[in-house]
C-alpha cells in the first residue's frame, strides 16, 4: 500500500518547515530592529491620532500626509519620501520617477538586464503611441547580465563612456531567473557609477525589498527609490498606493509628474486612511518576516522534490520573491490553481493564463488576497513562457503557505506532475 496523497503531502511539508527552523529563529529575531527603527520615527515625528484624519479637496496643509512622509522618510533612509494612494501601483510610482526627472535627449541606462514586464511601455521597448519615456525623446540602453544572472560590473565603464542622466536598477529579480540585489551590491554599483560620472542619477526599483535587510538602497547611494504599499511596507493592510523616497528635489519632481507642475507634493487628500497606511508601517517587520519564511518554505518544498529553486534553501535574501522552475506549463498551472483554492477570498476560482495590462506574455496569477494584487498576502503568479518559472511572494503567516503548499503537492502527485510522488 502506499501513502495516501495527503499523508505524504503533509510529511513533505512538515519535513521542509523542519528543516527551515534554525532560518525562522534568525529571521524572526530580524524583526526586532526594524521594528524600532519605525517606532523610532514615529515617535521622532510626534504621531497622534489627529493624524489620521485627512482634508478633502485639493488636500492642502494635510498635516497627516506631510508625518506620513517624514516618518517614511525615515524609515527607508532618505532626505525625503513621498507616500500617495493616489499611486495606482509600484509601476506607477516608478513611472511618475521616471518621467518626472528625466528630460528630452537624457539618458537612461539600466544596470540589471532588461526591467520588469511592466516598464517596457513605459520605457518604449515594447508597445507605441502611448507616450513612452522613448516618445519624449529619452534615450534608453541596457547592460546585459553575465551568463549566471549578475550584474556585469566590468562593462559598466564601456556602458557609462556616454553621458547619462540615470541609471536603472531593479533590486528584485522581477520574472528573470536572476538573483535579486543586496543592498551591499546596489550600494556598490552606484559607488561605480558615481565614480564614473558624478552628476548621474541611481534610481533603484525598490518593490518586494523593503525592510528585508537593515539598509535601504537610499542609505547606500541610491538618489531616488520607488515600490508599492501593497507589498512590504503596507503591512498586508494599505488597500493602495505607492511612495517614492529619496533625495528632496528629486522626489518632489516625481510628485509633479503625479498631480501637476507647480502642485507637486502639496496636493492629494488621504482619503482619511492614514490610519491604515500608519498601522500597516507598524505591522511590516512582523509581516515581511512571515513572507520571508513562507518563501523558505516554499523553496524547501520544491528543492526537497528535485526542482530548481532561487534563492537557495538558505540563500543570500534581498527580497520576498521565491521563484520555482517547474520546465513545463501544466505543474505550473496546477500549483497556481491549488494556491487559489487554499486563498481566503475567491478559493471557487480557477486561475487560467490570459493577457494582464503591461505584461508581453499571458500571466497565470494566484492572487485570492483581501486587496487586490496584494503581494504581501500569500499569492504566486507566472508568465506562461520558457522556462515556466512559479514567482511566490507573501504571506501572512506560515501556516498558511504549509496548508497551500500540502494542497499543491496533493494536486501535483495526483496528476503525475512531480519527478517524487508518494513513496510506499
Not at 534554525?22 to 515617535?43: M, S, Y
Not at 493602495?240 to 509628474?257: F, M, S
Not at 514567482?391 to 496548508?403: C, D, V
Not at 497551500?404 to 496533493?410: C, F, G, K, P, Y
Given at each position: 500500500?502506499?501513502?495516501?496523497?495527503?499523508?505524504?503531502?503533509?510529511d513533505?511539508v512538515?519535513?521542509?518547515?523542519?528543516?527551515?527552523?534554525?532560518?525562522?529563529?534568525?529571521?524572526?529575531?530580524?524583526?526586532?530592529?526594524?521594528?524600532?527603527?519605525?517606532?523610532?520615527?514615529?515617535?521622532?515625528?510626534?504621531?497622534?491620532?489627529?493624524?489620521?484624519?485627512?482634508?478633502?479637496?485639493?488636500?492642502?496643509?494635510?498635516?497627516?500626509?506631510?508625518?506620513?512622509d517624514?516618518?517614511?522618510?525615515?524609515?527607508?533612509?532618505?532626505?525625503?519620501?513621498?507616500?500617495?494612494l493616489?499611486?495606482?501601483?509600484?509601476?506607477?510610482?516608478?513611472?511618475?520617477?521616471?518621467?518626472?526627472?528625466?528630460?528630452?535627449?537624457?539618458?537612461?541606462?539600466?544596470?540589471?538586464?532588461?526591467?520588469?514586464?511592466?516598464?517596457?511601455?513605459?520605457?518604449?521597448?515594447?508597445?507605441?503611441?502611448?507616450g513612452s519615456?522613448?516618445?519624449?525623446?529619452?534615450v534608453?540602453?541596457e547592460?546585459?547580465?553575465?551568463?549566471?544572472?549578475?550584474v556585469?560590473?566590468?562593462?559598466?565603464?564601456?556602458?557609462?563612456?556616454?553621458?547619462?542622466?540615470?541609471?536603472?536598477?531593479?533590486?528584485?529579480?522581477?520574472?528573470?531567473?536572476?538573483?535579486?540585489?543586496?543592498?551591499?551590491?546596489?550600494?556598490?554599483?552606484a559607488?561605480?557609477?558615481?565614480?564614473?560620472?558624478?552628476?548621474?542619477l541611481?534610481?533603484?526599483?525598490?518593490?518586494?525589498?523593503?525592510?528585508?535587510?537593515?539598509?535601504?538602497?537610499t542609505?547606500?547611494g541610491?538618489?531616488?527609490?520607488?515600490?508599492?504599499?501593497?507589498?512590504?511596507?503596507?503591512?498586508?493592510?494599505?488597500?493602495?498606493?505607492?511612495?517614492?523616497?529619496?533625495?528632496?528635489?528629486?522626489?518632489e519632481?516625481?510628485?509633479?509628474?503625479?498631480t501637476?507642475?507647480?502642485?507637486?507634493?502639496?496636493?492629494?487628500?488621504?482619503?482619511?486612511?492614514?490610519?491604515?497606511?500608519?498601522?500597516?508601517?507598524?505591522?511590516?517587520?512582523?509581516?515581511?518576516?512571515?513572507?520571508?519564511?513562507?518563501?523558505?518554505?516554499?523553496?524547501?518544498?520544491?528543492?526537497g522534490?528535485?526542482?530548481?529553486?532561487?534563492?537557495?534553501?538558505?540563500?543570500?535574501?534581498?527580497?520576498?520573491i521565491?521563484?520555482?522552475?517547474?520546465?513545463?506549463?501544466e505543474?505550473?498551472?496546477?500549483?497556481?490553481?491549488?494556491?487559489?483554492?487554499?486563498s481566503?477570498?475567491?478559493?471557487?476560482?480557477?486561475?487560467?493564463?490570459?493577457?494582464?495590462?503591461?505584461?508581453?506574455?499571458?500571466l497565470?496569477?494566484?492572487?485570492?488576497?483581501?486587496?487586490?494584487?496584494s503581494?504581501?498576502?500569500?499569492?504566486?503568479?507566472?508568465?506562461?513562457?520558457?522556462?515556466?518559472?512559479?514567482?511566490?511572494?507573501?504571506?501572512?503567516?506560515?501556516?498558511?503557505?504549509?496548508?497551500?503548499?500540502?494542497?499543491?503537492?496533493?494536486?501535483?502527485?495526483?496528476?503525475?506532475?512531480?519527478?517524487?510522488?508518494?513513496?510506499?
Amino acid at each position: 500500500m502506499s501513502l495516501p496523497t495527503s499523508a505524504w503531502a503533509a510529511d513533505q511539508v512538515a519535513a521542509a518547515s523542519a528543516r527551515i527552523a534554525p532560518l525562522a529563529a534568525e529571521r524572526t529575531a530580524g524583526v526586532k530592529p526594524r521594528l524600532d527603527r519605525v517606532l523610532q520615527a514615529f515617535t521622532a515625528e510626534r504621531l497622534g491620532v489627529h493624524h489620521f484624519a485627512s482634508v478633502s479637496g485639493y488636500g492642502h496643509g494635510d498635516l497627516g500626509r506631510e508625518v506620513l512622509d517624514r516618518v517614511f522618510a525615515r524609515v527607508l533612509q532618505a532626505e525625503a519620501a513621498a507616500v500617495r494612494l493616489q499611486f495606482v501601483s509600484g509601476t506607477h510610482a516608478i513611472a511618475s520617477a521616471l518621467f518626472g526627472v528625466l528630460r528630452p535627449g537624457d539618458r537612461l541606462l539600466a544596470l540589471s538586464g532588461r526591467p520588469y514586464d511592466t516598464l517596457e511601455e513605459v520605457i518604449g521597448i515594447r508597445g507605441s503611441g502611448q507616450g513612452s519615456l522613448a516618445e519624449f525623446g529619452i534615450v534608453y540602453d541596457e547592460l546585459d547580465l553575465l551568463a549566471d544572472g549578475s550584474v556585469d560590473e566590468a562593462g559598466i565603464a564601456a556602458a557609462l563612456a556616454v553621458p547619462t542622466r540615470m541609471v536603472l536598477i531593479q533590486r528584485s529579480c522581477g520574472y528573470s531567473w536572476r538573483p535579486s540585489l543586496t543592498v551591499e551590491q546596489i550600494g556598490r554599483l552606484a559607488e561605480r557609477v558615481k565614480a564614473l560620472q558624478p552628476h548621474c542619477l541611481v534610481f533603484v526599483d525598490n518593490c518586494y525589498g523593503e525592510l528585508v535587510e537593515l539598509q535601504e538602497p537610499t542609505a547606500v547611494g541610491a538618489d531616488l527609490m520607488a515600490g508599492s504599499l501593497i507589498k512590504n511596507l503596507g503591512g498586508t493592510i494599505a488597500p493602495t498606493g505607492g511612495y517614492v523616497a529619496g533625495r528632496r528635489e528629486l522626489v518632489e519632481q516625481a510628485c509633479c509628474r503625479l498631480t501637476a507642475p507647480g502642485i507637486g507634493s502639496e496636493g492629494g487628500t488621504g482619503f482619511d486612511l492614514h490610519r491604515l497606511l500608519f498601522q500597516g508601517l507598524f505591522l511590516a517587520p512582523q509581516m515581511i518576516t512571515e513572507a520571508l519564511l513562507c518563501a523558505e518554505l516554499t523553496a524547501a518544498v520544491f528543492d526537497g522534490l528535485g526542482l530548481a529553486v532561487n534563492p537557495l534553501v538558505g540563500g543570500v535574501r534581498s527580497d520576498v520573491i521565491q521563484a520555482v522552475r517547474f520546465g513545463a506549463p501544466e505543474p505550473l498551472k496546477a500549483v497556481c490553481r491549488a494556491f487559489q483554492a487554499c486563498s481566503p477570498v475567491g478559493s471557487y476560482l480557477d486561475p487560467i493564463p490570459a493577457p494582464m495590462p503591461g505584461y508581453a506574455s499571458d500571466l497565470v496569477m494566484a492572487g485570492g488576497t483581501f486587496i487586490d494584487g496584494s503581494t504581501s498576502e500569500f499569492s504566486a503568479d507566472a508568465p506562461l513562457r520558457e522556462p515556466y518559472v512559479l514567482y511566490a511572494q507573501g504571506g501572512t503567516h506560515r501556516a498558511h503557505a504549509e496548508l497551500a503548499l500540502e494542497r499543491a503537492l496533493v494536486a501535483l502527485a495526483e496528476a503525475g506532475l512531480l519527478p517524487v510522488g508518494p513513496t510506499p
